[in-house]
């Protein structure tokens, strides 16, 4: 099979030439939860229309009945508030799950002499399954840090009322502003296949952990070129159906590097890294991006 690039704007109709219709239903459900069937549907009525769509068309559509969709359902004030309220429960139970996928991981018979004094999660976005892994942890505010390289989704999320208890920083998204030796787990939460020099950055966090602390990444494990496309359309609709991304500039931005399972061992291996555990959890059902957590020690 061909790799058809996000540019190509062929990804969505190749995979549905190839039957890949229960795949890209499963991609929605993950990555649309709202009116998932709805968006579904109308992703089918476009490629059942005889007419050789490219992908832009198809973000763009859908895009726009997504905002119908939501519009439709929040005409009166008091339904728009319990419906945001219904969206922030899900995302605190969704972080408060991720973190405990984290907790169960760290129960293993290898990890019973780990001491967790301090915490980092890499790439924290609004840095609500940082605050609940820290809680969970027993540490404090001041040694649970939430980095990425911009704080817009910190404040956001402060701005949802959602519960925080972690200390927020931001990074030039190369070199990590901590000392030597200074965290005994990190966690990357499917951040790391969005940076662009893979190896500098994971040299970085050897640097910052204290010998025998953990790494802790949620990765995708790509093997094939259709894996690979799958994964480009989930980012291309949390940019540009979710997150209304102009589409000429998602085209001229859009870079991502995703791995194998096997090609991450070989990236933290060549940084002096020991894989020592990998989990693939009961909550990760219909997986069509792949995700897997790997745990690496220095």
């Known amino acids: 099979m061909v790799y058809f690039t996000v540019k190509s704007r062929k990804q969505i109709q190749t995979l549905w030439l190839l039957n890949n219709q229960k795949e890209l239903q499963s991609?929605?459900?993950k990555t649309i939860p709202k009116f998932k069937n709805e968006i579904f549907n109308?992703?089918?009525q476009l490629m059942n229309s005889n007419i050789e769509l490219l992908d832009n068309y198809?973000?763009?559509?859908?895009?726009?009945?997504?905002?119908?969709?939501?519009?439709?359902?929040?005409t009166s004030h008091k339904f728009k508030k319990?419906?945001?309220e219904?969206?922030?429960?899900?995302?605190?139970?969704?972080?408060?799950?991720?973190?405990?996928?984290?907790?169960?991981?760290l129960k293993a018979p290898q990890f019973e002499n780990l001491k967790i004094s301090n915490y980092l999660d890499l790439g924290a976005n609004d840095g609500s399954i940082t605050s609940y892994l820290g809680y969970y942890l027993g540490l404090r505010k001041k040694n649970i840090i939430a980095l990425d390289i911009d704080n817009?989704?910190?404040?956001?999320?402060?701005?949802?009322?959602?519960?925080?208890?972690?200390?927020?920083?931001?990074?030039?998204?190369?070199?990590i502003p901590f000392p030597a030796n200074t965290f005994d787990v990190i966690t990357a939460f499917m951040c790391l296949h969005h940076v662009e020099n893979q190896s500098d950055i994971i040299h970085e966090l050897y640097r910052v952990i204290k010998k025998n602390g953990v790494i802790i990444i949620r990765e995708h494990n790509i093997k094939s070129d259709e894996e690979r496309m799958i994964a480009d359309i989930q980012h291309s609709l949390y940019e540009m159906v979710l997150n209304s991304k102009p589409i000429?500039?998602?085209y001229d931005t859009f870079k991502i590097e995703c791995n194998s399972e096997k090609d991450?061992?070989?990236l933290f291996g060549r940084n002096k890294f020991k894989k020592v555990y990998i989990h693939q959890p009961s909550t990760i059902k219909n997986n069509p991006v792949k995700y897997y957590y790997a745990v690496y020690q220095k």
């Open 27 to 29: 991609l929605i459900m």
């Open 42 to 44: 109308r992703i089918s």
């Open 58 to 74: 198809i973000y763009d559509d859908i895009h726009k009945y997504y905002y119908e969709l939501l519009n439709t359902v929040s």
């Open 82 to 84: 319990r419906y945001t």
């Open 86 to 105: 219904k969206d922030n429960e899900y995302l605190k139970k969704r972080a408060k799950y991720r973190a405990l996928d984290i907790v169960h991981i």
């Open 152 to 175: 817009q989704s910190y404040y956001e999320g402060v701005k949802n009322k959602k519960i925080f208890q972690a200390t927020y920083k931001t990074y030039d998204g190369e070199h």
């Open 248 to 250: 000429d500039e998602f």
């Open 264 to 266: 991450w061992d070989n």
